[in-house]
């Protein structure tokens, strides 16, 4: 473990060699964005929008075509950084991965992985919403651990590739003493004891399982107004639409870009029939997609507790109310 208090030089340093991404201002709120001075970082709450956009971004192309040509968009070979990723953010990517590293390998998704170097930067206090520790998220991911502490930060090496970036720091690293490494250990126990008991996945797994009709799912259909921003902002959401854009016949470009379950459009058919016509059989689709199906695909519940969806749904759907209806009680006497 080392201590760390010249960052300016540290991110100067390293900006010679790579792009540093890190949260940052951007108008009135807070989102990943390139850095060039370490002033510039964000050290407190969570971007609004999620570190997926640097792996998967809302909109990229895909191949661009001229009379009968077809040619890929040439993808930036830069080394990034990403410093000071919140935990739940970091535990995301290892879930994107399982999406788009997996039985259909994704080229420019991959491609950005491999240029990626993660330093995660631990949090002192949840913010209202945060749930990430009852979902039993950790810190598998990271390359490089952060931890603040009050004259400076905590370092941690959490892989090969984290130590490999030390290189590029071009500066000395201090040894950090016992009372540092105690400091680590009580911002952990502070983080720790800050959230409930983790909820029991296997527990939501079988509630879910006969819940199909459960009347949870009218009751948030009436509250929701399917705007999407609960998926858009997920870190974990990894939909997305593919439209051709064309200046002629012959030349044009065909790109992605994030669609919701939320939509009414997303699952219309040409015929015109739409397997889910309402908002109930689209509520229910985002909570049995994350809680239940991508379990059953995945092995992994596909939700880090970030909170965003929480805190900025504008009619206050909170996704921790169907988590909560998961007692035995309910396994019991399935809706």
């Known amino acids: 473990?080392?201590?760390?208090?010249?960052?300016?030089?540290?991110?100067?340093?390293?900006?010679?060699?790579?792009t540093v991404i890190a949260p940052r201002k951007w108008g009135d709120v807070v989102v990943y964005g390139e850095i060039e001075k370490a002033e510039e970082w964000v050290r407190v709450g969570l971007p609004i929008r999620p570190?997926?956009?640097?792996?998967?971004?809302?909109?990229?192309?895909?191949?661009?075509?001229?009379?009968?040509?077809?040619?890929?968009?040439?993808?930036?070979?830069?080394?990034?950084?990403?410093?000071?990723?919140?935990?739940?953010?970091?535990?995301?990517?290892?879930?994107?991965d399982k999406v788009f590293n997996g039985v259909y390998i994704d080229?420019?998704?991959?491609?950005?992985?491999?240029?990626?170097?993660i330093v995660l930067l631990r949090c002192k206090e949840p913010l209202w919403g945060c749930f990430?520790?009852?979902?039993?998220?950790?810190?598998?991911?990271?390359?490089?651990?952060?931890?603040?502490?009050e004259d400076g930060f905590a370092l941690e090496v959490a892989s090969p590739k984290g130590e490999e970036l030390l290189k590029d720091f071009g500066v000395q690293l201090e040894e950090a003493g016992d009372r540092v490494i105690e400091e680590v250990r009580e911002v952990l126990k502070h983080f720790e004891e800050s959230f409930s008991a983790p909820y029991d996945k296997e527990i939501v797994h079988q509630f879910l399982k006969g819940a199909w009709e459960h009347p949870i799912w009218s009751e948030l259909a009436r509250r929701c107004l399917s705007c999407g921003i609960c998926t858009f902002l997920c870190p974990t959401c990894h939909c997305f639409d593919i439209e051709d854009e064309n200046i002629t016949l012959q030349v044009g470009a065909r790109y992605r870009c994030w669609d919701t379950c939320q939509f009414a459009i997303f699952t219309l058919q040409t015929s015109g029939h739409n397997p889910r016509p309402t908002k109930r059989e689209r509520v229910r689709q985002r909570f049995m997609h994350k809680l239940f199906y991508c379990p059953e695909r995945y092995s992994e519940t596909f939700c880090t507790g970030c909170g965003r969806c929480v805190r900025l749904c504008p009619v206050n759907i909170d996704i921790r109310e169907v988590l909560k209806l998961a007692s035995f009680q309910e396994v019991s006497q399935p809706g």
Not at 5 to 16: F, M, P, S, T, Y
Not at 67 to 72: K, L, V
Not at 107 to 117: E, G, M, N, S, V
Not at 132 to 149: N, Q, R, S, Y
């Open 107 to 117: 080229p420019y998704y991959i491609h950005r992985r491999k240029l990626a170097t």
């Open 132 to 149: 990430c520790k009852e979902m039993g998220i950790g810190e598998e991911g990271a390359d490089l651990i952060l931890t603040p502490l």
């Open 1 to 18: 473990m080392f201590l760390l208090k010249n960052l300016d030089e540290i991110v100067n340093n390293l900006r010679q060699k790579r």
């Open 51 to 96: 570190l997926k956009e640097w792996f998967f971004p809302a909109t990229e192309h895909l191949f661009y075509f001229r009379d009968g040509q077809i040619r890929e968009p040439d993808l930036e070979d830069k080394p990034f950084v990403i410093w000071g990723a919140r935990m739940c953010d970091v535990a995301s990517l290892q879930m994107q």
